[in-house]
């Protein structure tokens, strides 16, 4: 089993939609949990940061984790074309641990469609 | 801030040549990471830095990669000799331990590697 499972897609949606993206976990030391974009022939982009569980929003962007079901879930509202892109989770554990490595997850590919 | 640099973007050679690429941190950033990116494993992380010194290089596939930091703004990964299975997208990131542990990475254009 990989630590970090992610649907890859492609995902198309309408503009306008709401969008879930979503990535599971095994490895229980996870602490910090990132959302990176990635946009064609450019690096990721961090998009979000949360650490532990709970919610965290910025704009049309929700951030959710769920560490008793070692699940992490990005929610786009009011989707828009320059939201097509590819959209990472990624986390790590304690910074005051010797596991300083960052897991990225394969990605989903998302496509909203005008 | 001109972010994290890289260089060449692009790199086409022939098999068994040597490779070198090239990766100008973020200045302030004290660990550097380097990448590689297919469509089949995704971002794997090949080997990162912290304050110069090399931490994990476990994920260097073979003895044919090596990575250097000889200074704070700068790193290069080496390929030698190069064969049609490194072609990739070779990502070099930096980040900084922040007070509240966030350390999100910062990305550079990356590098892609055609080896034919």
């Given at each position: 089993?990989?630590?970090?499972?992610?649907?890859?897609?492609?995902?198309?949606?309408?503009?306008?939609?709401?969008?879930?993206?979503?990535?599971?976990?095994?490895?229980?030391?996870?602490?910090?949990f990132?959302?990176?974009?990635?946009?064609?022939?450019?690096?990721?982009?961090?998009?979000?940061?949360?650490?532990?569980?709970g919610?965290?929003?910025?704009?049309?962007?929700?951030?959710?984790?769920?560490?008793?079901?070692?699940?992490?879930?990005?929610?786009?509202?009011?989707?828009?074309?320059?939201?097509?892109?590819?959209?990472?989770?990624?986390?790590?554990?304690?910074?005051?641990?010797?596991?300083?490595?960052?897991?990225?997850?394969?990605?989903?590919?998302?496509?909203?469609?005008? | 801030?001109?972010?994290?640099?890289?260089?060449?973007?692009?790199?086409?050679?022939?098999?068994?040549?040597?490779?070198?690429?090239?990766?100008?941190?973020?200045?302030?950033?004290?660990?550097?990471?380097?990448?590689?990116?297919?469509m089949?494993?995704?971002?794997?992380?090949?080997?990162?830095?912290?304050?110069?010194?090399?931490?994990?290089?476990?994920?260097?596939?073979?003895?044919?990669?090596?990575?250097?930091?000889?200074?704070?703004?700068?790193?290069?990964?080496?390929?030698?000799?190069?064969?049609?299975?490194?072609?990739?997208?070779y990502?070099?990131?930096?980040?900084?331990?922040t007070?509240?542990?966030?350390?999100g990475?910062?990305?550079?254009?990356?590098?892609?590697?055609?080896?034919?």
């Open positions: 089993q990989k630590e970090v499972e992610q649907d890859p897609g492609p995902l198309s949606v309408p503009e306008g939609a709401i969008v879930s993206l979503n990535c599971t976990y095994s490895n229980s030391a996870f602490q910090y990132m959302w990176y974009r990635q946009y064609s022939r450019k690096g990721p982009e961090l998009l979000m940061y949360t650490y532990s569980s919610n965290k929003e910025d704009g049309r962007f929700t951030a959710q984790v769920d560490k008793s079901s070692k699940y992490i879930s990005l929610f786009i509202r009011d989707s828009q074309p320059s939201d097509s892109a590819t959209y990472l989770c990624a986390m790590r554990g304690s910074w005051k641990t010797s596991y300083d490595k960052v897991i990225f997850g394969p990605g989903t590919s998302l496509s909203v469609i005008p | 801030d001109a972010g994290v640099i890289q260089s060449p973007r692009h790199e086409v050679t022939e098999m068994g040549q040597e490779v070198t690429l090239r990766c100008k941190p973020i200045s302030g950033h004290d660990y550097l990471f380097w990448y590689r990116q297919t089949m494993r995704g971002l794997e992380l090949l080997i990162y830095f912290n304050n110069n010194v090399p931490i994990d290089d476990s994920g260097m596939p073979e003895d044919r990669f090596s990575a250097k930091m000889p200074n704070a703004s700068f790193s290069t990964l080496k390929i030698q000799p190069s064969e049609p299975r490194d072609s990739a997208v990502f070099c990131a930096s980040s900084h331990v007070g509240t542990g966030n350390y990475y910062t990305f550079g254009s990356g590098t892609r590697l055609t080896v034919v």
